[in-house]
Each structure stands twice: as C-alpha cells, then as structure tokens.
C-alpha cells in the first residue's frame, strides 16, 4: 500500500469517526476539506459505482424498462410490484467496502433513488421505499455505517426525474408518455419540494456525503440546480455535485467512454465536436485551464444486476480503461450491480480483485497523480506529479523504448512493479530506455521516472 493512500486513510478514518459528524455542519472531515474541497478526489482517482434496488430481481436495466418499454419485456405494474418481493437478506454492508478496498477503490457512489422514485432509504416524504419491502432495512444507513467505520467516502446517487412522484409527472398516466417531466404542471413546485426534504435528509441524517451525483436527464433547467446546489452546501460545503442538475458545479461525467481529449474549462466534453475532439488530442492543458472530469462506465452492458448479459470487460480493458481515464486527469467509477440477494456478482469480484492486484504494484502510478506531459501517443500513456512522470507501456518494444517530448530532466527510470533499475540515456527532447525483452505485467507495465 502507497504511503499515500495510508496516510489518506487514516486522514478520513480520524476525521469520519473521532468527529462522528452526526449533523452538520460541524467540526471534523467536511470543513476540513472545504477549504480544498477537491483534493480528496483529485487523488482517489477510482470509485466503485453501485446501481441497486428492486429492479434487479428482474434482470432488466434499473427504471428504463417503463420509462421506454421494450415489447416482451416486463410491464409497468409487474415492475411497480418488485419492492414486494425485494429481501436481499445477504446483503452485508462491510463486504461491498472490504470489495471496493480490494480493488483499489477510494470512494463509493449508491444509488439512493433511480429514475423509478424507489428510495433505498428511509425517506419520511414516501412510502415507496425499502423500509416498506420484506427486508425493511435502510440500505443507506448502513453503507454510510460501514463506510464511515472504513474510512471509505460515500456519494449518493440522486435521480432528479422521479417516475413515482405526482409531482413530477401526471402519474395516472403510463411512464412512458410522461417520463420527461411536467414541470408546467401546477403541482411542479410540489415535486421540487420533495427532492430538498429528501436531498436534506441524505445530507443530515448519515454522515458526511462525500459527493451527490444527480442524474437530471433532459432538459435539467426544471431543477433549479443553482438553488439546490446551495441548499447542499448550507449543510455540507465539502459535498461535491457533478454535472447534471444543469448546473456545471464541480466535475463532468462522460457516461460510457472516455474522452480522447484532456477536458478544459471552456470546452465541454459531451458533445465535443470531433474535430475540436483531434485538434485536442495531443495537448496538455495548463493545470488552471484543467476541468475536472469522471467518467462512469459498467463491467458489462447494465448497470443494474442482469443474469443474462455475459458481456464483461476483460480485467486487460478495465486495467487499461482505469490508466487511460488517469492519463487525462479524470476519476474511473466503475459500476457494480448487486444481485437481488445482496451479494455481488464473482464474474464483478474477480475483475475488481484483479484491478486491485495490478493497483498494489503499480498504484503511485495512479493516485495522487494528474495528466501527463506526453499525450496522443499510441500505446504509451502517462500520468505525473510534482516529483514523477510514470509511462504506461500498453504495447511492450522490443529494444528500447524511445519517448519523445520530454521536458523535465530526468534522474532515474525504474520499473514501478519491481523497483528494477532501467539504464536511460536523455537527448535534446528524447528520452531512451532500455528495457528487458519481456514485459513484466501483461495488462500494462509501468515505467517510473524520477524528475526534477
Ligand atoms: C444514465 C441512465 C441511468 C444510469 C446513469 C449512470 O444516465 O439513465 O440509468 O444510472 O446513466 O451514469
């Protein structure tokens, strides 16, 4: 384990238990940070996503299956009546964060109501709720219980498009018709109402809250985001928001892919226009310019557990998905869906293991770490810090690795896995490497620079 990650550990450890941070604001982790409210994830670089609820004793996608029906695939009302069902009574809190340590994971994001309005807490405003289903348990309250205890920071994953709420939509009506919203409906307001009771109690009632992560869909303007992002910081100024309450607030969140590009602050990353796109590609932005940036992505094609998509990513693509997203100075949050039973999947567990091996070796070249200086050059990407440049060798060469566009001096080359010294020689803009025939690591081989 990097000193890094333990000294961060203990950080959070200290400041999430000592305080308690019952209510805030108060003394402790998030006015700690608020002066710097995003180094902490800044660093962390890689989170463990969970998309969870009733929907996954049926193996479709988490609420699109009523907002945009497939033919043969489950109605409506067979989808309303799944939290009748739902007791995952092998759910064990402890084990989800003990995962997401395995993996190299440095904050956890859960779902406390998707799209479909079901709530995995216990909201006073609704009865839709998991404290109303055969389990009876808040979800929420004991994640946040156990990643408190761990040290683990924790977001909550908020849909603001709410297909159970009359506020929302004319819920007489099939969601499908209504799914966007009816916010020239006179009963609107009462629905903005409600997702600042509950939003107030996800930020009071368990504990810090590391980030909200909203999910506004189309047309996002409807939410207010700006009032509602000051709601949020009234009572905890740490918390981060991301990008989709039509506010920009603190990072962006390409869904899916990751950008060719490193994100600046002008130029907005969904939708970017795919010659911008080129023309981007191999610059380095200067840090002030840099926006922050994570990109969300599922080990196989639904968020929600699914027991017919065998799609997973190779451990190779995850491993190397993770080193291209902190190339560009972006987070990974890499999504599990758990099983109606409560446990996760072994085909998730042992691609997340995986990760966290490759992590243990070559971890520094990942946390604590931001864009590096040589961009756009096939199989080679890099990341940096103040003392660093680490070279993630995706293709092995067979001599020696030639690296233009170096800058900084450098004072020694190693191979971060092992610490075996590499013989370098540095010419006007080039660096020469010789390395051994073999790549040490099949997933991706880490050089580590020591710079100026
Ligand atoms: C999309 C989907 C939603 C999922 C989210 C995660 O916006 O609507 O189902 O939760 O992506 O990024």
Redesign the pocket.
């Known amino acids: 384990m990097s000193a890094y990650i333990r000294d961060r550990r203990e950080f959070l450890r200290l400041a999430l238990t000592a305080s308690c941070l019952p209510l805030l604001p108060g003394p402790g982790w998030a006015e700690a940070l608020a002066d710097d409210r995003t180094s902490w994830y800044r660093k962390a670089k890689f989170g463990m996503?969970i998309?969870w609820g009733p929907y996954s004793q049926a193996s479709v996608?988490?609420?699109?299956p009523i907002m945009r029906p497939k033919p043969g695939e489950i109605t409506e009302a067979a989808y309303r009546a799944l939290p009748q069902t739902f007791n995952p009574v092998k759910f064990d809190p402890h084990a989800f964060v003990d995962l997401a340590r395995l993996a190299g994971q440095e904050y956890m994001v859960f779902?406390t109501k998707?799209?479909d309005g079901f709530c995995m807490f216990d909201s006073a405003y609704t009865d839709y709720k998991i404290t109303n289903t055969p389990y009876g348990r808040d979800i929420v309250a004991q994640l946040a219980k156990a990643c408190g205890e761990d040290g683990m920071p924790l977001g909550f994953?908020y849909?603001p498009p709410d297909m159970h709420h009359p506020g929302f939509r004319d819920t007489t009506k099939l969601a499908a018709e209504n799914w966007h919203g009816e916010p020239q409906r006179p009963e609107w307001p009462t629905y903005l109402q409600y997702m600042q009771l509950q939003l107030t109690e996800l930020l009071t009632r368990y504990g810090p809250a590391a980030l909200i992560w909203f999910?506004g869909?189309n047309d996002q303007k409807k939410y207010n985001g700006a009032q509602v992002l000051e709601m949020i910081h009234e009572m905890q100024p740490a918390t981060l928001v991301n990008d989709r309450i039509g506010v920009d607030a603190d990072y962006e969140?390409p869904?899916q892919f990751i950008p060719t590009a490193i994100p600046t602050k002008g130029i907005q990353l969904t939708g970017i226009d795919p010659e911008v796109s080129k023309r981007l590609k191999n610059t380095v932005p200067r840090p002030e310019d840099f926006r922050l940036w994570e990109t969300?992505m599922t080990i196989n094609n639904t968020?929600a557990y699914n027991k017919n998509d065998h799609e997973f990513k190779s451990e190779q693509t995850l491993i190397r998905s993770l080193v291209e997203v902190a190339s560009r100075g972006g987070n990974f949050l890499l999504?599990v869906g758990p099983q109606p039973d409560g446990q996760i999947q072994p085909e998730f567990q042992q691609r997340l293991r995986a990760i966290g091996d490759w992590l243990t070796l070559n971890g520094d070249s990942i946390y604590d770490t931001t864009y590096g200086p040589i961009q756009g050059i096939a199989g080679l990407r890099t990341t940096a810090n103040d003392k660093s440049i680490y070279v993630h060798l995706f293709d092995w060469p067979t001599a020696a690795c030639e690296i233009p566009g170096i800058e900084a001096r450098v004072l020694s080359a190693r191979l971060l896995a092992n610490g075996m010294p590499l013989t370098f020689h540095q010419t006007e803009g080039k660096l020469i490497i010789d390395l051994p025939s073999k790549a040490p690591d099949p997933n991706v081989s880490v050089i580590a620079l020591k710079t100026y």
């Open positions: 996503f998309h996608e988490a609420s699109w779902t998707h799209h994953y849909s999910d869909l969140t869904e969300c968020w999504n």
